[in-house]
């Protein structure tokens, strides 16, 4: 049996990320899927980016925020759609360490593997194989929409039996449609309650189990570090996490941010 941790749209949230990777070396998984967007939305990218870059046994795929950062670090097409966006993204790009774009200009779309007896896709939003060759100012990760079986189930060389991580969507979704399966975490960094989200996924041969967990973190903290920042869309951003707020106060050092992550 093989056990292995899902995850998407950490979006910069060092906070949340931490109290996810603590919670997951308690689940002895043996690999971890990222489903993208890492940077973008929160502003501690260097910090996500170096806790990705450390990590063993983890494969990770590039979002649209992701790629999007990049094409300004490198002169290339801003994707037009998203015009209203690009000041928070030449502000993180701004800011990105050389090390870490090199990094994630290695990464791909997409990854496809095979586990046990099953074929498993990890993309940050499924696309069909023209859109995965057009680059990020085309908007490729927006060729299907809604995520739902009936779209996803259309899309060309996609295997029978086949297993389909994504994310973009920052909710979470379950769903089958002709013998696959898509699932969505959810957001783990950009969720309106105080807890982070991620998966595990169980594969017993062709049996598979899907677990979807949700671990708390102090997002009251995190908040508090935005507020003592300037950066653009400042008071878009807050209000992503103000829906349906909770109280939730955590001082204890194991939420703390360590120092050697802490260094922007």
Known sequence: MKRMAV????????????????DIRKQHV???????DIIGIG??????????????DTEIVRGNHDEAVLALINGEPYPESRINVQEHHQWVADRLYKR????MERLPRQIVTKIEARTFQFT???????????PISEDPFDQLVPPNGENFSQLDELEAETVLCFGHDHDVHHFS??????????SLGCYDEPYARYGIIEIDGRKVRFMKRRVPYPMDTYVEHL????FP???????????????????????RISSNHYNE
């Not at 940050?124 to 057009?134: A, E, G, W």
Request: one cysteine or more; a positive charge; aromatic letters at 14%.
């Open 7 to 22: 995850m998407t749209d950490v979006h910069g949230n060092i906070y949340a990320l931490q109290a996810v990777l603590r």
């Open 30 to 36: 043996d690999r971890l899927y990222c489903m993208g």
């Open 43 to 56: 502003p501690f990218s260097n910090q996500v980016c170096e806790w990705f870059y450390s990590l063993k």
């Open 124 to 134: 940050h939003y499924p696309m069909d194989t023209k859109s995965s060759l057009l």
């Open 233 to 255: 869309r400042k008071e878009v951003i807050l209000k992503l996490f103000q829906k349906n707020r909770r109280t939730h106060h955590d001082t204890t050092e194991a939420h």
């Open 100 to 103: 870490y774009a090199k990094w």
């Open 177 to 186: 449609m002709n013998e696959r399966v898509f699932f969505n975490p959810g």
């Open 227 to 230: 507020n003592r920042i300037d």
